[in-house]
């Protein structure tokens, strides 16, 4: 499974540093090049339940070499097409690749129990930042070359390597749960997501009061009425209700979306900061290798020492105690942003803090799920927390985007600016402490 773990965290990565070269290259505006992310972000989000119930169904290994196989075709299009339009297209089958984490998580917990269990979900952790360590690496270096293109034809050979390795060395295991797939469902929360996700994506750019953004959000709420009218009356939905009411479910899937929500903040946002123009850091403005290999990577590498961490807590001090450690943790990296954000060497010691407690929750949510849900939903389970872990992004992104574009009206961007988007680390970081409160002492009750 360490191809599979890696691509998860190489794909999301690749095209944070090299939103500006693409720009440039494509002869795109900066504004418009950010639906490089975008485009790849909803497509996670509209896949990543689907391909949860479908693992249920028919099992992770036929699930994942189908996923891998359509972020394979979307890897080669990215690094082969000089259209913007194609390239958005490759990026949409590319997002495949990041609910692919779950999945993995998922067919792990289904073949191992115990301390095999628990070293699996560590080291998967670790290869995650691994994937997304290199992919800062090479994006780097691209952003400060030529042809970007090149760049994409790591996530094609890794594709490759999972494929192969998935093929050869995982069982192909019998589905854990009957019934069928609920298209009728999965189209309306597709709509549903797509309908609130893409305003708030487009917010900072169109404006909060914008008509296209509000009836966006008001049909949106209606889809998701729908959605939940019709799932009561479906024998196999695609998000089973007595998951939504299986009060580790919830809490543990609010604590993925304000752990991964305090992190995305900082790599949102760092960034916009280190490449202000007229400069706010001394120095001037960074290139995109600067903010690839001083900025981001070291949080991103020295933070998965946090996977095998948040195991090892569970097992001496229960699930309550690691979780509400790593909210800890990342209120403390929040507010370090916060006090310095002038301060290269507090961003990065910052960041990193808070990517050690985003690590500690990946490392024991999963081993806590295992304990409380039944073996058959393992794979829904594992996709509504991604899931939420993308919603968090996604209006944290938004968040960002909002308070830069209001204080930049008329005057360039100043160092309190940075401050106020810090703050919502902090607000996030928070509700990682909160939650760990509602959550069960420890993960040893087991699920038929």
């Known amino acids: 499974m360490t191809p599979v773990a890696v691509l998860a965290g190489l794909a999301p990565s690749l095209a944070f540093p090299l939103l500006g070269t693409i720009a440039d290259q494509l002869h795109v ?43 394979l075709a979307g890897s080669v299009l990215v690094a082969t097409t000089p259209s913007f339009p194609l390239l958005i297209a490759g990026r949409v089958l590319q997002g495949i690749a990041a609910p692919l984490y779950p999945l993995a998580i998922g067919l792990l917990q289904s073949e191992l129990e115990g301390e095999r269990l628990h070293r699996s979900v560590s080291l998967a952790s670790v290869l995650l930042a691994a994937g997304a360590g290199a992919a800062l690496v090479v994006a780097g270096f691209g952003g400060s070359h030529s042809d970007y293109r090149t760049v994409f034809w790591l996530p094609v050979a890794v594709c490759v390597a999972a494929i192969a390795a998935v093929s050869t060395c995982a069982r192909a295991t019998e589905p854990s749960a ?27 750019r169109l404006g909060l009061g ?38 580790t479910v919830v809490v543990s899937t609010l604590t993925s979306m304000c752990a991964v929500s305090a992190v995305f903040v900082p790599m949102v ?22 903010v690839a290999l001083v900025y981001l990577l070291p949080g991103t590498l020295l933070g998965s020492v946090g996977a095998p961490l948040g195991v090892w807590s569970v097992r001496r001090r229960g699930v309550r105690t690691a979780v509400a450690t790593a909210g800890v943790l990342a209120v403390v990296g929040s507010a370090t942003m916060v006090l310095a954000p002038a301060v290269p060497l507090a961003l990065v010691a910052g960041l990193t803090v808070t990517m050690v407690a985003l690590f500690i929750c990946y490392g024991a ?23 939420g872990r993308w919603v ?12 830069l574009s209001l204080s930049a009206v008329g005057e360039p961007l100043a160092r309190v600016d940075f401050r106020w988007t810090f703050l919502l680390g902090v607000a996030a970081s928070a509700g990682v402490v909160t939650t760990a409160f509602f959550l069960p002492r420890a993960g040893t009750r087991r699920s038929p």
Do not use: K
């Open 178 to 204: 009957g019934g069928r797939v609920d298209l009728l469902g999965a189209l309306l929360l597709s709509g549903a997501l797509v309908l609130i996700l893409l305003p708030l994506s487009r917010a900072a």
């Open 210 to 247: 914008s008509p296209v953004v509000l009836g966006c959000l008001a049909a949106g709420a209606v889809v998701a009425a729908v959605f939940v009218s019709v799932e009561r009356r479906v024998t196999h939905p695609i998000l089973p209700g007595r998951l939504l009411r299986n009060r």
């Open 269 to 290: 946002t760092i960034p916009i900061l280190a490449q202000a123009d007229p400069a706010i850091i001394a120095g001037g403005p960074a290139s995109p290798l600067v």
């Open 29 to 71: 505006s900066p504004s418009t090049a950010t639906w490089v992310l975008t485009s790849a972000f909803l497509a996670s989000a509209v896949v990543t339940p689907l391909l949860g119930r479908l693992s249920d169904l028919f099992g992770y290994r036929r699930v994942l070499i189908l996923a891998l196989t359509i972020a």
């Open 365 to 387: 949510i999963p081993l806590l799920v295992i304990d409380h849900v039944d073996r058959g939903d393992l794979g829904v389970v594992n996709a509504v927390s991604s899931l």
């Open 392 to 403: 968090g992004s996604a209006v944290m992104t938004a968040l960002v985007s909002l308070i």
